[in-house]
């Protein structure tokens, strides 16, 4: 939760660069994905078989439940109303995409997804906008005192 959005795709890409023998994943939000779509055209230009997973929530996720819990849940600007079919993008690009809805859908798309080793593979994970994240350590707080549910707040 304290990760520089939009690390994600782009630190990928040069560990795959400099590992090209290792299966390299970025695992990114939708609103951080949306920092850094364009990669996926560099990913073609200069043959980067990375794997994506997005946790595609519609929204900001960590903005957003930083505004659930310490804000009475008074959200502003941290739902994403307009966002692309990235399935799609992904696909424009030559890419492998795919839309995962359901969770026992997960299994089998990984396997495929690995099984895939000269192809950038693009995973859309539609997860619920409300689901948070955990653990997660408030700001200026230290690692004995982590989040681990909504149980701890």
Known sequence: GAGTMGYSVPAAMGAK??????VVWAIDGDGCFQMTNQELATCVINDIPIKVAIINNSSLGMVRQWQQIDYGSRYSESYLDSLPDFTALAEAYGHVGMKIEKPGD???ALKE???MKDRLV???FITDQTENVWPMVKAGRGLSEMLLGSEDL
């Open 122 to 124: 693009f995973m859309n």
């Open 106 to 108: 997960v299994d089998g």
């Open 17 to 22: 660069v400099a590992e090209p023998e290792r």
């Open 113 to 115: 997804a690995f099984a």
